[in-house]
């Protein structure tokens, strides 16, 4: 890695020895034989500027373009790539400490298969051919025996687009992220039945110019998506109207005008009084209602009850307070934006509907469209790679007759009941891509099980991770930087399009995604839909036909396309992909579907007494459970600490910094956690960061870390309108560390 | 009414681990510094105000054993640097404004002062050897010409030594418990103090013991006014200062500070210094062992508890 | 020219992504930091004050750590920083002790280390890796005396403080609001 190490002794030698070995000295590290300055001995240079390759993060899913430092086949530092219009130069603490990952000490470097008991851990190396020739064998029998349906594909992250590829060229409908139905899944829904849109991620904001925002629990600033914190900053700095809605005292409620510290799940309590007040005091956006709304009438009949003296009652925040952000909201408009959250699935019945009124309260505003609110790019046009279409395919079996029947996916725990109960369906085999379904499902009695249920669980993931330990065959992923992908398309004011590619080799024997499915397909007579021979040429093939320059795209990582109106402001004018082509106030297809047409609010259930109702979030350093092993963003404040409010604290006898373990309604106990006793959350909530508490032996840093929350989740409330999981429907109770 | 403040930092579990920057090597420099520097001040005054017959076979020891002492507290202090290749940089300049540079030259001055007072003075072993080495018995006649002077530098020189280490501590900023300016001559009347206690292990001349004893009495008064002073003055600065002294008085370092440097080490040995001043107890080997101590101890504290507590580390 | 860092603490989300960034590009070893992040909370709930300040070297004018290196080790650049010449440093930790930040650190291989305003580069005319990774803007780098500069911008404000003023030093890195 080349540290300064003995600099002293070389300084000392090239001093002594002339001209030649000052030369010697300066090949050897570069910079360390620069002359002094003015008063003063020479300036160090720590040599980590090395060859720079310009590709595309992936810690977390935002996808900023980056330039990694190269120095023989170690990566010194990462920074953003200036070209690219999400990092804008900048980047995030998790990106910047992307070398952790490539050099993770614990990285999958062979394929594995299991030898012991599911979930044991215990695993022989094998060959690719082996783990390759397996899979391929059991995936045709299955097909043979009970349908290509009867395998159900799990993924999260960009590369796993060669493995959706892949499994519908099988002919399975069951290819699921548990990133819907157990994250955006209810703002998508409740956005496309108001909008015929969904927000997008990255979500389209013109934050830069919000006048006027509001967070109902999102913790900008925790939650560190790159350019959506940039844009908040700018916001703030240019004197933004911040108002923050969170049971605790996030960052973001920090640089609030006003914090409503709200009591949690009532939400949309607070949302339909904002209505009320907008609608009653005639504060809407005239032009953007009368022209481009449906059902105004209605929705002022509706919330005609829920005045700020109700919704307070409910909230427990002030009427005043209400009645307030209500009309400095309204003043800012059109430029005033309900931020529509990004993992909303809370409450269960509450998400969409919470979802709903944040959109409704925007189309008020009129902010959809407008500079300020919902900006509407087009994405880059680019040409698919030619295929052969895709074998038909059976409904999945994530959902029953009837159920769930806005969801625009498959839903990750439908496959998984499925598995368990072969309703409608069975299902035989689980192909996991990039996602730790041990902790990114909740319930994790019914994973375990239905595992146990499975013929064949085939993980792909780059860190032995907990559901890796419960794999038939495990094959080694090479990480982001070590790969290429397919191209990146970015939808955002001025579109883009990426290009992943290699940093440094991968280490031992992992392979990148598009060679394991490729492989996995040619074994499986599907090679037709593999029909090139490495990813470049497909890469250059599909630049070729999208009229792309691939040697620019290789050494500048991005090529931006020219600005685009995204905006009334722009000139663009507003579509609706809704029945009545306007945005909904009123949803017909929810009525007809049996569901509120209008949102409705219903009052949680609180914590029992004793209880503290169980809150989870992010840390900037941090992307859920998956950057836990990296050792340098280990060196980051980690966020493993159980927030509770101070008074709280001292009255149940447990000092700050004092280790207590959660016990859940079900009792389920977690994993021993430090208290961090603080003024800075309700007295009727806990809040922990998820992520941490990993199990999996092989994770070295990260195991016996903190403790997980996701193992608490033993209760969900699921949505009935598009099948979300909400999971912060947990109570904890604490004990004194046995 | 202090307003609620919650802190919390990147680098807690760092800060919550302790951040001490010196360990046991730098009280024990300081002590046995402070010890020489109080040797070459007691037999300096005793050549200057008595001439070198006042020089007893104790004081001819102490001065033989001081270069000895000294040495071992260099080696710790060399021990302690954490670039030890780098050692002759402190000789390659000198810095004015930086105590631990004008110290380290010093220390290279006591050394020649030390020897050629040995070598001045008196002493039944020495002459056997002049016989052999011509040079020494030259060196000699020089030194004997010019002990007055010596005496005099090695005045300066034991004066310098013991106070710059307190006036170093002083003038470092991280650890409010060391910004006081009585810190120099705390440690100089303590070095004077430990000083003689070494001397009056050694000492047989009845009379000079009694010079040894009245003196040590009066230093231990001075200490003990100094370190009022000291805790005072610190404790009457501010917020942080009170911290850092209430570890002292009150907190984790209390039982050895006021047990065995307060009472061990100055109230109890001078107590039994003034009964066997007035007759009414035998001189004893017993108070400058206290003494000795007691002074290893002041260094300790001052140097751990001090890293206790810093503006920082909130 | 007097270099001086400027941070908005309004600007400032706690991210920590400038110390990362410091971490990669200056090879600062494993539990040693030459920058950090504090987040400093007033009151009681739920009136509330959080201030996040991203903390490092101040590159003192009044530098204790310079006037008490014994080798010259510590010395000013012709900017006003405050830098370390490894050559000369002996590793007696006299600076460490006169830092009443505590922004240095014994390096593993001796020397005593601490942030250096990234002066490799500013030298090529880029800015401190912590700077340009700064996603919120929260960091500026710049010569005070330039008044169109944004650190002469920002020292305009009237909020302009720095840590631990009882300690004297004259800090060449203030925060705004």
Same mark, same amino acid.
């Given at each position: 890695?080349?540290?300064p ?15 030649l070995?000052?030369?010697a000295?300066?090949?050897?590290a570069?910079?360390l034989a620069?002359?002094?300055l ?7 240079d ?8 310009a590709?595309?993060c992936?810690v977390?899913f935002?996808k900023?373009g980056?330039r990694a430092h ?6 010194t530092k990462?920074?953003g790539n200036?070209?690219?219009p999400?990092?804008g130069g900048k980047?995030c ?5 992307g070398? &952790?990952?490539?050099?993770?000490p614990?990285r999958?470097?062979?394929?594995l298969m299991?030898?012991?008991?599911r &979930?044991?851990e215990?695993?022989?190396p094998?060959?690719w ?14 097909r043979r025996e009970? &349908?290509p349906?009867?395998?159900?594909m799990f993924?999260?992250g ?14 399975t409908p069951?290819i699921?992220a548990p990133s819907?139905a157990?994250?955006?899944?209810p703002?998508?829904?409740?956005y496309?039945l ?6 997008g991620s990255?979500?389209?904001?013109d934050l830069r110019?919000?006048r006027?925002?509001?967070?109902i629990g999102?913790?900008l600033g925790?939650?560190?998506?790159n350019?959506q ?5 700018e ?8 108002i923050v809605?969170?049971?605790?005292f996030s960052v ?11 009591r949690p ?7 339909l009084?904002?209505?009320h ?6 504060r809407y956006?005239?032009?953007?209602v009368?022209?481009h ?15 700020p003296?109700w919704?307070?009652a409910?909230t427990g925040?002030?009427?005043e307070?209400i009645?307030?952000?209500?009309r ?7 430029a005033?934006?309900?931020h529509p959250g990004?993992?909303v699935?809370w409450?269960?019945s509450d ?6 009124a944040?959109?409704?309260l ?8 407008h ?5 509407l790019p087009n994405?880059p046009?680019l040409?698919?790679y030619?295929s052969p ?8 079996a994530?959902?029953?007759p ?7 996916e498959p839903?990750?725990q439908?496959?998984?009941?499925a598995t ?8 035989k085999?689980w ?8 902790q990114s499902l909740?319930q994790r009695?019914?994973?375990l099980?239905a595992?146990q249920?499975?013929?064949l669980?085939?993980?792909?993931d780059v ?5 890796a ?5 495990i094959?080694p992923e090479?990480s982001y ?7 990146i398309?970015?939808?955002?004011h001025?579109s883009a399009?990426a290009l992943r ?5 991968p280490p031992?024997?992992?392979?990148p995604?598009w060679w394991?499915a490729?492989e996995?397909?040619?074994?499986m ?5 593999f029909?090139w021979k490495d990813?470049?040429?497909y890469?250059?093939?599909?630049c070729d036909?999208?009229?792309?320059d691939?040697?620019?795209l290789?050494s500048e990582?991005?090529i931006?396309g ?7 402001e722009?000139?663009?004018?507003l579509?609706f992909?809704?029945?009545t082509?306007k945005a909904?106030l ?5 009525r007809e ?17 004793g209880?503290f109702?169980?809150?989870?979030g992010?840390?900037?350093a ?12 280990g ?5 493993d600490?159980l ?20 016990v859940?309604q ?9 208290v961090?006793?603080t003024e800075?959350?309700r007295?009727?909530c806990?809040y ?5 508490g ?8 990260a195991?016996?870390r903190?403790?997980d929350d ?7 409330a699921v949505?009935?309108v598009?099948g979300g999981?909400?999971m912060r429907?947990?109570f ?6 046995a | 009414?202090h307003p609620h ?14 951040l001490?920057?010196w360990?046991?090597?730098?009280p024990?420099y300081?002590f ?5 520097a109080g040797?070459?001040?007691t037999v300096c ?6 001439g070198?017959?006042g020089?007893?076979?104790a004081m001819?020891?102490g ?11 260099m ?5 302690d640097l954490?670039?030890?290749l780098n050692v002759f940089r ?6 004015p ?7 380290s030259w010093v ?5 020649p002062v030390?020897a050629?007072?040995v070598i ?5 072993p ?5 016989g052999r080495?011509?040079?020494l018995?030259?060196l000699?006649?020089f030194?004997?010409g ?8 090695g005045?300066l020189?034991?004066?310098?030594l013991g106070?710059?280490?307190?006036v170093l ?12 300016g ?8 303590s070095?004077?103090s430990?000083?003689?206690a070494a ?9 000079s013991?009694t010079?040894?004893a009245?003196?040590?009495v009066?230093l ?5 006014l100094l ?11 501010g917020?942080?200062y009170?911290e850092a ?7 984790p370092y209390?039982?050895v500070f006021i047990?065995?440097?307060?009472f061990g080490?100055?109230?109890v040995?001078?107590?039994l210094?003034?009964l ?11 108070v400058?062992?206290?003494v000795?101590?007691?002074g ?10 001090g890293?206790e507590?810093?503006?920082y580390q909130? | 020219?007097?270099r ?15 110390v990362?960034?410091c971490?990669?590009e200056?090879?600062?070893p ?13 009151g ?10 991203s ?8 530098a204790?750590?310079v006037?008490?290196?014994p ?6 650049r012709?900017?006003g ?12 930790k ?7 930040y505590?922004a240095?650190?014994?390096h593993?291989d001796?020397?005593v280390?601490?942030c250096?305003?990234c002066?490799?580069?500013l030298d090529?005319g880029?800015?401190?890796a ?8 929260a960091?500026?780098v710049?010569d005070?005396?330039?008044?169109t500069?944004e650190?002469?911008?920002r020292?305009?404000?009237g ?5 631990h003023?009882e300690?004297?030093t004259s800090?060449?890195v203030y925060?705004?609001?």
């Amino acid at each position: 890695m080349g540290s300064p190490l003995s600099f002293s002794r070389r300084r000392w030698l090239s001093m002594g020895a002339g001209t030649l070995a000052a030369a010697a000295a300066a090949r050897f590290a570069p910079g360390l034989a620069r002359p002094s300055l003015a008063s003063g001995g020479p300036i160090q240079d720590p040599g980590t500027s090395g060859h720079v390759i310009a590709s595309v993060c992936e810690v977390c899913f935002w996808k900023c373009g980056i330039r990694a430092h190269v120095q023989g086949d170690r990566i010194t530092k990462v920074e953003g790539n200036p070209a690219h219009p999400l990092s804008g130069g900048k980047l995030c603490p998790r990106g910047t400490g992307g070398p &952790g990952i490539a050099h993770d000490p614990d990285r999958l470097v062979k394929p594995l298969m299991r030898v012991g008991d599911r &979930g044991s851990e215990q695993f022989r190396p094998v060959s690719w051919d082996e783990a390759l020739d397996h899979i391929a064998q059991k995936l045709t029998a299955i097909r043979r025996e009970h &349908g290509p349906e009867a395998v159900a594909m799990f993924n999260h992250g960009f590369g796993a687009s060669w493995f959706k590829h892949l499994f519908a060229a099988y002919g399975t409908p069951n290819i699921a992220a548990p990133s819907f139905a157990q994250c955006r899944g209810p703002r998508d829904v409740g956005y496309d039945l108001t909008f015929g849109a969904e927000p997008g991620s990255p979500e389209v904001l013109d934050l830069r110019n919000t006048r006027c925002l509001v967070l109902i629990g999102s913790h900008l600033g925790e939650n560190m998506h790159n350019t959506q914190v940039q844009d908040f900053a700018e916001m703030i700095a240019k004197g933004g109207d911040l108002i923050v809605v969170d049971p605790r005292f996030s960052v973001a409620a920090s640089k609030a005008r006003t914090w409503l510290p709200i009591r949690p799940g009532t939400d949309t309590a607070l949302l339909l009084a904002w209505m009320h007040v907008i609608l009653a005091e005639k504060r809407y956006d005239r032009d953007f209602v009368e022209n481009h709304t449906f059902g105004l009438d209605q929705l002022v009949a509706h919330v005609a009850p829920f005045t700020p003296e109700w919704a307070a009652a409910e909230t427990g925040l002030d009427p005043e307070d209400i009645r307030d952000t209500a009309r400095r909201l309204a003043a800012a408009r059109p430029a005033a934006l309900v931020h529509p959250g990004r993992h909303v699935t809370w409450y269960g019945s509450d998400d969409t509907t919470r979802a709903r009124a944040g959109a409704i309260l925007n189309a008020l505003l009129g902010s959809w469209g407008h500079r300020g609110g919902f900006f509407l790019p087009n994405g880059p046009k680019l040409a698919p790679y030619p295929s052969p279409a895709y074998p038909e395919a059976k409904s999945p079996a994530d959902r029953l007759p009837g159920e769930a029947p806005f969801a625009l996916e498959p839903l990750s725990q439908g496959l998984r009941r499925a598995t368990l109960d072969g309703k409608p369906y069975p299902i035989k085999s689980w192909f996991v891509y990039g996602t730790n379904l041990i902790q990114s499902l909740p319930q994790r009695e019914e994973t375990l099980k239905a595992i146990q249920a499975l013929d064949l669980l085939v993980v792909v993931d780059v860190l032995p991770v907990e559901i890796a330990g419960y794999a038939d065959v495990i094959l080694p992923e090479a990480s982001y930087l070590e790969r290429y992908d397919d191209l990146i398309p970015l939808k955002w004011h001025r579109s883009a399009v990426a290009l992943r590619q290699p940093v440094v080799p991968p280490p031992g024997e992992a392979k990148p995604g598009w060679w394991i499915a490729r492989e996995l397909a040619h074994r499986m007579d599907l090679g037709a839909y593999f029909p090139w021979k490495d990813v470049k040429e497909y890469l250059r093939a599909r630049c070729d036909a999208s009229k792309i320059d691939f040697a620019t795209l290789e050494s500048e990582g991005v090529i931006v396309g020219p600005s685009q109106p995204t905006t009334v402001e722009d000139g663009m004018s507003l579509v609706f992909a809704t029945p009545t082509q306007k945005a909904e106030l009123y949803s017909e297809r929810l009525r007809e579907a049996g569901f509120d047409p209008m949102p409705v609010y219903k009052r949680p259930a609180g914590p029992p007494p004793g209880y503290f109702r169980l809150l989870y979030g992010r840390i900037p350093a941090q992307t859920f459970g998956r950057t836990a092993n990296n050792r340098q963003l280990g060196e980051l404040s980690r966020g493993d600490q159980l927030w509770i409010h101070e008074k709280v604290a001292h009255d149940l006898g447990f000092t700050d910094g004092e280790t207590v373990v959660m016990v859940n309604q079900d009792g389920v106990t977690s994993e021993p956690i430090k208290v961090k006793a603080t003024e800075r959350i309700r007295s009727d909530c806990v809040y922990m960061a998820h992520g941490w508490g990993h199990t999996a032996r092989g994770l070295r840093y990260a195991c016996g870390r903190g403790a997980d929350d996701s193992k608490l989740m033993t209760r969900v409330a699921v949505d009935p309108v598009m099948g979300g999981t909400g999971m912060r429907v947990n109570f904890v109770t604490l004990r004194k560390e046995a | 009414m202090h307003p609620h403040v919650e802190m919390e930092s990147t680098r807690s579990a760092v800060l919550e681990a302790g951040l001490r920057f010196w360990g046991w090597e730098i009280p024990v420099y300081l002590f046995l510094g402070g010890l020489v520097a109080g040797l070459m001040l007691t037999v300096c005054a005793v050549i200057i105000l008595r001439g070198r017959e006042g020089v007893t076979q104790a004081m001819r020891l102490g001065l033989l054993g001081a270069p000895v002492l000294l040495s071992l507290g260099m080696g710790a202090l060399f021990l302690d640097l954490a670039l030890k290749l780098n050692v002759f940089r402190f000789y390659l300049t000198l810095r004015p404004y930086a105590p631990m540079s004008l110290g380290s030259w010093v220390l290279m001055l006591v050394y020649p002062v030390q020897a050629l007072l040995v070598i001045a003075l008196p002493w039944a072993p020495l002459e056997r050897v002049m016989g052999r080495f011509p040079w020494l018995a030259k060196l000699r006649a020089f030194a004997q010409g010019q002990v007055d002077r010596l005496a005099w530098a090695g005045l300066l020189a034991g004066f310098a030594l013991g106070i710059y280490t307190g006036v170093l501590l002083s003038t470092t900023v991280a650890a409010p418990l060391w910004s006081s300016g009585v810190l120099g001559f705390l440690f100089l009347a303590s070095g004077l103090s430990t000083g003689v206690a070494a001397l009056m292990l050694v000492e047989k001349d009845h009379a000079s013991q009694t010079l040894l004893a009245k003196a040590d009495v009066v230093l231990i008064g001075l200490e003990l006014l100094l370190l009022g002073g000291w805790i005072v003055g610190l404790a009457t600065q501010g917020p942080v200062y009170r911290e850092a002294v209430s570890v002292l008085i009150s907190g984790p370092y209390a039982p050895v500070f006021i047990g065995f440097v307060i009472f061990g080490g100055l109230l109890v040995p001078g107590a039994l210094e003034t009964l066997s001043l007035q007759g009414r107890a035998k001189h004893s080997r017993t108070v400058p062992s206290l003494v000795l101590m007691g002074g290893l101890l002041l260094r300790f504290v001052v140097v751990y508890a001090g890293q206790e507590v810093t503006f920082y580390q909130a | 020219m007097r270099r001086v860092m400027v941070v908005d603490t309004t600007r400032c989300v706690g991210c920590e992504a400038c110390v990362v960034a410091c971490k990669n590009e200056n090879r600062v070893p494993t539990g040693s930091y030459r920058d950090w992040v504090v987040q400093e909370t007033r009151g009681r709930f739920p009136d509330l004050q959080l201030e996040i300040r991203s903390e490092r070297c101040n590159h003192c004018s009044t530098a204790h750590c310079v006037s008490n290196c014994p080798t010259g080790s510590s010395h000013y650049r012709d900017d006003g920083t405050v830098q370390i010449d490894r050559s000369k440093c002996t590793g007696c930790k006299a600076c460490i002790a006169s830092c009443p930040y505590g922004a240095r650190f014994v390096h593993p291989d001796g020397f005593v280390d601490k942030c250096s305003l990234c002066a490799h580069r500013l030298d090529r005319g880029e800015t401190t890796a912590c700077e340009q990774v700064c996603p919120t803007g929260a960091i500026a780098v710049g010569d005070a005396d330039d008044p169109t500069s944004e650190v002469a911008r920002r020292l305009r404000r009237g909020s302009v403080r720095v840590v631990h003023p009882e300690a004297a030093t004259s800090p060449n890195v203030y925060y705004v609001r």
